[in-house]
Every structure is written in structure tokens, then in C-alpha cells.
């Protein structure tokens, strides 16, 4: 209880950071091509200056506030802002187009908010209860569980399998540069001073994920692919009525647990529980027929489950140091360039930055309802922004934020690089937050291997003697057999 | 897809032979974990990706395979082409001139840059944009962040 205390009062003292982060997610997850872990990454030259406990909540108000932000373009241009907000379009845009926009986005934010405060206070109960038995693992479990949290490289891709795979390979090659991490001795540098200290994570990510997406954007652009809002739009009123909002409730509160569970699961996220809510709101509707023509519950369902899914997807990300989701994934990249390892530790280490965490959680889905409102009023502005001047501006903070950290121009360069490589990666079909994934766990589960083979005296049987262990060979198992028919049956419906 | 699939196996099967190249002069030790073994199981596994990626290239370019499951495109091209090599040529001069010239000098230039290469075409914008985001920048991560942002040798 002082935990909790002490940490809405860290909250409260730097409330605008929560502030700004929310409106930052508001804002990105509206304008489609950008999304919340593109936003996260452009916050990041700012982060890196933050008290880290701040920075966590500034990032997490982001993440929370994208979730609710896609929902606009979802509803108002028939484009979801964030992959998360595709099943909102699918009722959330026929009532708009009957002139109910703003009724469906007061339906929208009220399912988030309700959505997030469910997964919230899931987080705040279920986080230390699995950091108590995370703190239980030994090297052999922890390389078990990176093999697992390897595993949603297969699932973050959304085109191949192989590719997905691929990409994530080609970040553990990348993380291997520089150093052994036991021994000490140089490998891969080819003779390169400078690779030496490996790849910097900073310039990495912004060039992965926020220049390439600007690359992305101008090649769109040119090519005429880019929906603007019509200027005749009206947005109607935004609240629903009670007597709607009433037949509601069961349907959030039931998408809200769903979202939360699959949250949990590393490997998930927000699309595939937007879908399922979607589905199952509509199995036990009593007027299935109405889904996709503007029904209420169409969009209550999945806003419920994608704002669910963002306390659920920090579960495994800071009890174990495994991302739920690919936002989840560049916010471990940014918790470590700032300073903080996510795992069971942090809870006994770190206990200000956990409570201060779970308080600017919860905190943040009532900023979400009242920054919401306000954005809907505003959401005209807000996906009229002209491009021709917010990508500018965004490359100028990338190429800032690259050099800020080592001020250095070779990661300006290396940003340079590797945002030409995030963006032919996008382009044909491979993923960038794979990748990310490689570079971020395939190191620790090289060291725990290390670990755990040093301890044994080169007894690789130390790898499977723990149950646990096995535990998580067979999710790891499950998670690409799941990935593997996830992908045929897209490839099926495809053909 | 099936020509893109199959250069860009063909990429990664060579990054993953020059980083078994890389491989062969690691030391060996008895304790715990040989330094190649890790490096090498990731390599083996990248070209064997690579290699099924070849193979499911050759196989949609036969049409054995119908769709390959992959996003669209060729290589960027035409005038959406030419907009792209000149954003990243601008990025990269200015990486190169940011020591020489200093931040102040060079980074309205590449904002002009990015913005007339996104289509905006009123002057007066152009540089208003590009000369207030500049210096809001520079106010910010030196003022606020005490970030030494490059000064050039006369300014």
C-alpha cells in the first residue's frame, strides 16, 4: 500500500509527462503510418534525458493513448490509425458514413478506457505475483524463456513466415558484432574499429522504425495512396446515450478480459484480440446480421480488447523482460538505452519505478477519457495535418535523437543505413520488429546459454532437466505452430 | 516477388557465409560454451532461411507455388524513385556536413529539403517551417538537454 502510495505521488509530480504522452499517442495513432511504437521511438531523445521511472510513464501513456487514437482514422476515413483499430473500421466507419462519427468514437473511447483500467489493475495484481516466480528461474529457465520470447519473431511479420524469421535472425547477427559477451573477445568487426562496441540500439530503432516510415510515407504519398478526410465530414454527437451504453457492458467488460488475457501472451497483441472480441461480440449478439452495417457493439468489442491488451502485454515485459507485442518490443528497446532492464529484478531493485509504473498505468486510461474527448472534437485538425510538414519535422527529430545520445555523427549515418534497410524490409515483406526482437533477446539468451553451460561443466542436459524449462520449449513450440497455421490460413484466404 | 525473394536469399545467404568466415579465427576455450557454437547455430539457421526463401522464390517465379505470401513491389521507380534517393542523399550530406558546417547552417536546409520533396511548395512556409523547427530544436537540446550540438569552425 506505501508502494502504491509513494508511487501516485511520483505520478502526480510529473503528471505532464503523462500528459504528454498520452496526447503524443493520441495524436500518432490518429495519423495512419504512424503508430505507437513510431512514436515511442521519436520520443526517444527526449527520454534519454528523463528520470527513467518518468520516461516509463511518459511511454506508457503513449501506448495507451495510440491504442484509442487509432480508433479515429479507423472510424472517420476507414483507415485504422494502428493495426489494432482494423476491426473498428468495420462498424466503426459504416456509422460515421450515417453521419454517427461521433457517436462511434464516444463508444470507441469509453470501451478503451474501460478496456484500459481492466488491464491496469490486471497488471498491478498479476505483475508481482509472476516477478515472485520469475525471480525462481536460473540460467537454463531464462534461456528457455528467450527461446520462447524468440518465437513471436515468427508472429510480428505479417506477410511470411520465413521472412519474419528471417529478419529476426538477421538481429541476432547484427546484436553479435562488437564483443563475446563472456569471453570478452572481438568478433565480426571484419577489422572495423568501430564495430567494436557493436551496433548502437538508438540509431538502430530510428532507423528501423521512424526513418524508413518516412520513406514509406513520401513513396505513398507520390503514388496517391495517402486518404485524406473529406472537408464536408461532420462529427455529430459524441456521447452515447445510457440507455445504448447499457446494452453495452457486458460485451466491454467480457472484450476487456479477453484483451487482457491475450495481452499475456507473448506473441499476440492487439489485432488478434480485436478480431476475437469482435467475433465473439458478434457469435452472442442477439442481431449478428447488424455487425458490419454500424453496430454499437462492433466497436465496443474490440476497442475493449486492444486497450486490454496494452496492460496485459506489460506483464511478461517487466516480470520477464519479454515483450507482449511489437509496441512492447521498441518500449524494452527504450527501457534499455535508458537504463532499466525489465525483469524480476526490477521489482526488488527498482521498486520506485514499478510502482510509479503501475500507478501512471492506471492513471493514464482517465487521461486517455478526457484527452479523448477532446481529441475527437479535435480530430478534424488532427488528420489534416499537413504532411509536407509533419515528416520533415520528424526526420529533422531522428536524425537529432541518433546523434543526441553519443553525439556522434556515425550513428546519424548508421540511422541513415539502417532506415534504408527498415524501409526495402517493409517493402517486401520482411519485419523490423523481428529484428528488434533478434537484437534485443538473442544476446541474453546467449549469455544465460553461457551461464548455464559454465555452471553445469558443459552439460548441455542442463538445458532440459527443469520443468519449467520444458514449459517453455513447448510454448515456444506451440508459438510457431500457431504462427505456421496463422500463416496458411491467410495464405489459403489469399488464393 | 519471386525475383525480389530470391536476391534477397541471396543476400542473406552471403551476410551469413561472411559471418562464418568470421567464425573460423575465434579462440577455443573449455569453459562452459565455445565462443562459435552460438554464433554458428544462428548462421546455419539464417541460411537455411535463406535458402528456403531462394527456393520459395524459384517456386513462385514457376508459378508452382501460386502466391508467395509476400507484400508487393519492385524496386522504387520513376519519379517516386528519384524522391527517395534524393531524401536519402540529403540525410546522408547532411550527416556529412553537420561537423563542418554545424547544426545551425544545415539542418533548414535538409527540413527545405524533405518539405519540397513532400510536395510543399509555398516559399514563405518553406522557410518559415524549416528555420523555426531548426532553431525550437536547437533551443531544445542544447538549452534543455545540454546536447553539444556540432558549431562549425565559424559559427
Known sequence: MTGAIEGLVYVLAHIHFLIIGVGAGIVVGAIPGLSGSTGIILMLPFLIYMDPAAALIMMSGLFCGSMFGGSISAVLISTPGTPSAAATVLDGYPLARKG????????????????????????????????????????????????FGLTIMASVSSSSLTKGLLSGFFGILISMVGLNPTLGTERFTFGITRLLTGFSMMPVLIGLFAISEVLNQLELLNEGKIVRIPHTDKIGAILPSWKEMKGLWKVIL??????????????????????????????FSKDPDSFGKGNLAGIAAPEAANNGTTGGAMIPLITLGIPGDVVTAVMLGALMIIGVQPGPLLFSQSPRIVNALFMGFLLAQFLVLGMGYLSIKASHHILRVPLGILYPIILCLCLLGAFALGNSVYDVVLAVVFGVIGYFMKKYGFSAPAVILGIILGPIAEQELSRALIISHGDWTVLFRSPLSIMFYVFAVLSVAYSLRDFRKKKHARA | MGKIDIICGLITAAVSALFFAGTLSFPKTSIGINPGTYPRFIIFSTFALSAVLIIQGVLSLRGKSGRNGTAAGGLPSGRTGILLVLLVAGMLVYAFTLELLGYILVTPFLIALAMVLFGERKPLRIILVSVLTSAALYLLFRGVFRVPLPHSWFW
Do not use: H
Request: net charge positive.
Open chain 1, 100 to 147: 454517427q462519427a461521433g457517436k462511434a468514437l464516444g463508444v470507441a473511447l469509453i470501451a478503451s478506457t474501460s478496456g484500459g483500467i481492466i488491464s491496469a489493475l490486471c497488471l498491478i495484481f498479476l505483475a508481482p505475483q509472476l516477478a515472485g516466480i520469475a525471480l525462481k528461474f536460473g540460467p537454463s529457465e531464462y534461456f528457455a524463456l528467450m527461446i
Open chain 1, 254 to 283: 467480457g472484450s476487456s478480459l479477453l484483451g487482457t488475457l491475450i495481452g499475456i501472451i507473448p506473441a499476440t497483441g492487439g489485432s488478434i484480440a480485436s478480431f476475437m472480441a469482435y467475433n465473439e461480440a458478434k457469435r
